[in-house]
């Protein structure tokens, strides 16, 4: 007589039934594939939404008092003090008079940071870097200037002769201003600059110890946050998140429940090997772990194909939507992987109740 | 025969009918759930974009440069342009009037005031004239609606123009500076009778920190303002917040270069262009446009979170309908002596086919329609929880077109499920099932 080893035994059963088997396998990588793919957008969610907060600009603005101006290395000092992945750019404003004799706000700044910061600014075109007078003109103050290619601005007494090279159009105070080369500013109107506002990525908790560590940096200034950006930024964040955790939550208790149906109906199936076995001397433990090994040995086979599929899914889901990749983790292996041992065991061991009552000679009988 | 048949079906075997109906039931309340909110989410993040404040403003065309810097207006007090109060009446009858859900009018004015019981100099103030909680058809709005991110201690101040004082409310600087609390009086000058320079006692009700430490505001009612400017119906500046769709290409296009045909669908889109032109359209002399900051940004923030909504209810819909079409399968694969029975007593394939088929179809039916029950009742309490305390939270999530939509997917996805099963079961030889079984 052949002696039966557990391998021998799990092999036969997987493959006798194949069709079986290949649907439950098929079902446990469903439900690892959903958790995987939903856990692995969960966890980059809140990266991804606060990347796309990032268009609405600076939410942080550190303003000079007029007795001390900023130091020339304040905007340095600012960039170090608020990480490498925050933008800041500097400001000085001024109000001149253009050649229709309107008064005018004009405002000196790097165009180049500008350009990342404020992305929302509709610009025809941005002035050249080189160019030491392009200036860009408001859509409203374009209607109070003469020639927009040189654009006559006096401030106490110099004047100026600016190269108006495109049009900014906001809807914001932007459109009334005249914006043009923080150096070229500095030179004529001998003002320096007054205003550094800076996009600090994040949440809240990442704004306030930015800020602190900005007020530490530069005394004598006032930092404020930019505070309906800041606040409403967090608000939509956590709702998002929470929306999202209710649907990770509702999805995997349906695909959950699913499995579990299927997977316990074919254990259910298969009352009369249990009473054969039964009958053959085989214990209740020796049975019951045999059940569960079975289902064990297919929910680690569906993790591992179903966290390739749900990265993939992931991945593809933020493509689509973010347009940034999601690179797979492997942080939400191991939730995944207890999630499916725990649908696979209960799968096996819900229906051992109902067999543990029946009599192996009944069964056979076919009764 | 064939109503007997589905009957004892049904009430012999409970048990598995439960599965499959389980599974349905779960996978329906999933689908509607994730659907009702994904159809609703583009109106909660609206209305929680809602803080970033008005996505609209409207200037008259003929106004002048403002002219502010660092919170102090150097604007030269003549020469600038009004709109008309009463014309805001008229955003009531443009085309996308039911999309706007804010509007808050405002008059700025230059101004000076000093404190009240000193001869100390006076100094600049802004006098800004707005609606508090105004009744405006079925809206109640005005500041507060729009700037939801001002902190308001005590309350706004009333309009009571024939009273010897004004009731203002005053910036947090302005407070700190003259050291008012609420209740506190101090001096303003009256630009009407500039004779002799009056001053009127204005009484703080409120004292509002608006987030930008540098403004010397005194917030009145508009008609207070109208008054001390002596300007009847006079407005500076609206801000509007309106619902709109996310700008994209053809929003873009200027629309007196279209033909007229496409120029209608322009119009007839909720763009914020479009709603800028139509107020345009609607209010004489008024320049209206949309604030770059709030709808560029907002549009962005809206698609990508209700894209992920979707995409995440697509993936509910194939999670739902693959975990249903295996239970399907398992619950008909269960029962292929039955089908073996039926045939060697002579049914024909058809009607083996077309009672298995009933049953499908009836539990998809019953468990379809109670899943779309159970799911908008989730949605509508998920909704509730998750954007609690923005007033409108508590609307019922019992979208109607969704019944017939997610009970004919449960419907397609119960038949297709079940179709290989009685395939295969059908195929086989009677008697080789029944030997199998025995």
């Given at each position: 007589?052949?002696?039966?080893?557990v391998?021998?035994?799990l092999?036969?059963?997987?493959?006798?039934?194949r069709?079986?088997?290949?649907?439950a396998?098929i079902?446990?990588?469903v439900?690892?594939?959903?958790a995987?793919?939903?856990?692995?957008?969960?966890?980059?969610?809140?990266?991804?939404?606060?990347k796309?907060?990032?268009?609405?600009?600076?939410n942080?603005?550190?303003t000079?008092?007029?007795?001390?101006?900023?130091?020339?290395?304040?905007?340095?000092?600012?960039?170090?003090a608020a990480?490498?992945?925050?933008?800041?750019?500097e400001?000085g404003?001024?109000?001149?008079t253009?050649?229709t004799?309107?008064?005018?706000?004009?405002?000196?700044?790097?165009?180049?940071?500008?350009?990342?910061?404020?992305?929302w600014w509709q610009?025809d075109?941005?002035?050249?870097?080189?160019?030491?007078n392009?200036?860009l003109?408001?859509?409203?103050?374009?209607q109070?200037v003469?020639?927009?290619?040189a654009v006559?601005?006096?401030?106490?007494g110099?004047?100026?002769?600016?190269?108006g090279?495109?049009?900014?159009?906001t809807?914001?105070?932007e459109?009334s201003?005249?914006?043009?080369?923080?150096?070229?500013?500095?030179?004529w109107t001998?003002?320096?600059?007054?205003?550094?506002e800076?996009?600090?990525?994040?949440?809240a908790?990442?704004v306030?110890a930015?800020?602190?560590?900005?007020?530490q940096?530069?005394?004598?200034?006032?930092?404020q946050?930019?505070?309906?950006?800041v606040?409403?930024?967090?608000?939509?964040?956590?709702?998002?998140?929470?929306?999202?955790?209710?649907?990770?939550l509702?999805?995997?208790?349906?695909?959950?429940?699913?499995?579990?149906?299927?997977?316990?109906?074919s254990v259910?199936?298969r009352?009369?090997?249990f009473?054969?076995?039964?009958?053959?001397?085989?214990?209740?433990?020796q049975?019951?772990?045999?059940?569960?090994?079975?289902a064990l040995?297919?929910?680690?086979a569906?993790?591992?194909?179903?966290?390739?599929?749900?990265?993939?899914?992931?991945w593809?889901?933020s493509?689509?939507n973010?347009?940034?990749a999601?690179?797979?983790?492997?942080s939400?292996?191991?939730?995944?992987?207890?999630?499916?041992v725990?649908i696979?065991?209960?799968a096996?061991?819900?229906?051992?109740?109902?067999?543990?009552?029946?009599?192996?000679?009944?069964?056979?009988k076919?009764? | 025969?064939?109503?007997?048949l589905?009957?004892?079906?049904?009430?012999?075997?409970?048990?598995r009918?439960?599965?499959a109906g389980?599974a349905i039931?779960?996978?329906?309340?999933?689908?509607?759930a994730?659907?009702?909110?994904?159809t609703?989410?583009?109106?909660?993040?609206?209305?929680?974009?809602?803080?970033?404040?008005a996505?609209?403003?409207?200037y008259p065309k003929a106004?002048?440069?403002d002219?502010?810097?660092g919170?102090?207006d150097v604007?030269?007090?003549?020469?600038?342009?009004?709109?008309e109060?009463?014309?805001l009446e008229k955003?009531?009858?443009i085309?996308?009037?039911?999309n706007?859900t804010?509007?808050s009018?405002?008059l700025?004015l230059n101004?000076q005031?000093r404190?009240i019981?000193s001869n100390?100099?006076?100094?600049p103030?802004?006098?800004v004239?707005m609606?508090?909680?105004h009744?405006?058809?079925s809206l109640?709005t005005?500041?507060?609606?729009?700037?939801?991110?001002?902190r308001?201690?005590?309350r706004w101040?009333l309009a009571e123009?024939d009273?010897?004082h004004?009731e203002?409310?005053?910036s947090?600087?302005?407070a700190k500076?003259?050291n008012?609390q609420?209740?506190?009086k101090?001096?303003m000058?009256?630009?009407?009778?500039l004779?002799?320079?009056?001053?009127?006692?204005a009484?703080?009700?409120?004292?509002?920190?608006?987030?930008?430490?540098?403004?010397?505001?005194?917030?009145v009612?508009?008609p207070v303002?109208?008054?001390?400017?002596?300007?009847?119906?006079?407005?500076s500046?609206?801000?509007?917040?309106a619902?709109?769709?996310p700008?994209?290409?053809?929003?873009?296009?200027?629309?007196?270069s279209?033909?007229?045909?496409?120029?209608e669908?322009?119009?007839?889109?909720?763009?914020?262009?479009?709603i800028?032109?139509?107020?345009?359209e609607?209010?004489?002399?008024a320049?209206?446009e949309?604030v770059?900051?709030?709808?560029?940004?907002?549009g962005n923030?809206?698609?990508?979170?209700?894209?992920?909504?979707?995409?995440?209810?697509a993936?509910?819909?194939?999670?739902?309908?693959?975990?249903?079409?295996?239970?399907?399968?398992?619950?008909i694969?269960?029962r292929?002596?039955?089908i073996g029975l039926?045939?060697?007593?002579?049914?024909?394939?058809?009607?083996?086919?077309?009672?298995f088929?009933t049953e499908?179809?009836?539990?998809?039916i019953f468990?379809g329609?109670l899943g779309?029950?159970?799911?908008?009742?989730?949605?509508?309490?998920l909704?509730?929880?998750?954007?609690?305390?923005?007033g409108g939270?508590?609307?019922?999530v019992?979208?109607?077109?969704?019944l017939?939509?997610?009970?004919?997917?449960?419907?397609?996805v119960?038949?297709?499920?079940?179709t290989?099963?009685?395939?295969?079961?059908?195929?086989?030889?009677?008697?080789?099932?029944?030997?199998?079984?025995?």
């Amino acid at each position: 007589m052949v002696k039966l080893s557990v391998v021998g035994m799990l092999r036969r059963s997987l493959v006798h039934r194949r069709a079986r088997s290949f649907s439950a396998l098929i079902a446990m990588t469903v439900s690892a594939g959903v958790a995987t793919a939903l856990l692995t957008l969960y966890a980059d969610l809140d990266a991804k939404l606060h990347k796309e907060f990032r268009s609405f600009g600076a939410n942080v603005v550190i303003t000079a008092p007029p007795s001390s101006p900023f130091r020339p290395d304040a905007l340095a000092r600012v960039r170090q003090a608020a990480g490498p992945d925050a933008l800041a750019a500097e400001f000085g404003y001024a109000v001149a008079t253009t050649d229709t004799g309107t008064p005018v706000v004009v405002s000196g700044t790097d165009f180049a940071a500008v350009k990342l910061l404020d992305s929302w600014w509709q610009v025809d075109a941005w002035p050249d870097a080189t160019a030491a007078n392009g200036a860009l003109i408001g859509q409203r103050a374009a209607q109070f200037v003469g020639n927009e290619h040189a654009v006559g601005l006096t401030y106490a007494g110099h004047s100026v002769t600016l190269q108006g090279v495109g049009r900014i159009k906001t809807g914001g105070d932007e459109d009334s201003r005249i914006y043009m080369p923080l150096a070229a500013f500095t030179s004529w109107t001998g003002v320096g600059p007054s205003v550094i506002e800076v996009q600090v990525p994040g949440g809240a908790a990442r704004v306030e110890a930015t800020m602190a560590r900005l007020r530490q940096e530069l005394p004598d200034m006032q930092v404020q946050p930019v505070r309906q950006l800041v606040e409403g930024e967090s608000k939509i964040v956590d709702r998002t998140h929470a929306l999202m955790y209710g649907a990770v939550l509702l999805i995997a208790l349906t695909v959950a429940v699913s499995v579990l149906a299927t997977l316990s109906a074919s254990v259910l199936e298969r009352r009369r090997d249990f009473a054969l076995m039964k009958a053959l001397g085989g214990s209740q433990g020796q049975l019951m772990g045999m059940f569960l090994l079975e289902a064990l040995v297919l929910a680690l086979a569906g993790v591992a194909a179903g966290f390739v599929v749900g990265s993939a899914a992931a991945w593809a889901i933020s493509e689509e939507n973010f347009h940034t990749a999601t690179l797979p983790h492997i942080s939400v292996l191991p939730l995944v992987f207890l999630l499916n041992v725990a649908i696979a065991a209960m799968a096996a061991l819900l229906p051992l109740r109902v067999l543990r009552g029946l009599q192996p000679a009944a069964l056979l009988k076919g009764e | 025969m064939f109503f007997r048949l589905l009957m004892e079906s049904f009430l012999r075997q409970r048990r598995r009918k439960m599965l499959a109906g389980v599974a349905i039931l779960l996978g329906t309340t999933a689908v509607t759930a994730m659907l009702a909110l994904a159809t609703t989410i583009g109106d909660r993040i609206h209305k929680e974009l809602a803080v970033y404040g008005a996505n609209i403003v409207v200037y008259p065309k003929a106004d002048l440069l403002d002219v502010k810097v660092g919170g102090v207006d150097v604007k030269p007090a003549s020469g600038g342009a009004y709109l008309e109060e009463s014309d805001l009446e008229k955003l009531k009858g443009i085309f996308w009037a039911n999309n706007i859900t804010g509007v808050s009018p405002e008059l700025r004015l230059n101004d000076q005031a000093r404190p009240i019981d000193s001869n100390e100099a006076s100094f600049p103030v802004s006098v800004v004239g707005m609606w508090f909680n105004h009744a405006f058809g079925s809206l109640k709005t005005g500041t507060s609606q729009l700037h939801p991110w001002w902190r308001l201690d005590g309350r706004w101040p009333l309009a009571e123009p024939d009273s010897n004082h004004w009731e203002v409310a005053v910036s947090s600087a302005l407070a700190k500076k003259l050291n008012l609390q609420i209740g506190s009086k101090f001096l303003m000058r009256r630009l009407a009778s500039l004779e002799g320079g009056g001053y009127t006692a204005a009484y703080v009700t409120g004292i509002v920190s608006t987030g930008d430490q540098t403004g010397m505001d005194v917030l009145v009612p508009l008609p207070v303002a109208q008054a001390i400017a002596g300007k009847e119906n006079a407005v500076s500046r609206v801000e509007i917040s309106a619902r709109t769709k996310p700008e994209d290409a053809f929003a873009r296009v200027d629309p007196d270069s279209l033909p007229p045909k496409q120029r209608e669908i322009w119009y007839c889109r909720p763009y914020a262009n479009s709603i800028a032109y139509q107020i345009r359209e609607a209010i004489p002399g008024a320049q209206a446009e949309q604030v770059r900051r709030v709808e560029q940004s907002e549009g962005n923030v809206l698609s990508r979170i209700s894209g992920l909504m979707w995409l995440i209810s697509a993936a509910a819909l194939l999670a739902a309908g693959f975990a249903v079409s295996a239970a399907m399968a398992t619950a008909i694969l269960e029962r292929r002596g039955e089908i073996g029975l039926m045939r060697s007593l002579g049914a024909s394939k058809g009607a083996i086919a077309f009672l298995f088929y009933t049953e499908s179809g009836l539990l998809a039916i019953f468990a379809g329609t109670l899943g779309y029950l159970l799911g908008s009742g989730l949605a509508a309490w998920l909704g509730a929880r998750i954007f609690a305390g923005d007033g409108g939270s508590a609307q019922a999530v019992l979208i109607p077109v969704l019944l017939p939509v997610v009970v004919a997917l449960a419907l397609v996805v119960a038949i297709a499920g079940s179709t290989p099963s009685i395939r295969a079961a059908l195929r086989m030889e009677p008697s080789a099932i029944l030997r199998a079984d025995a």
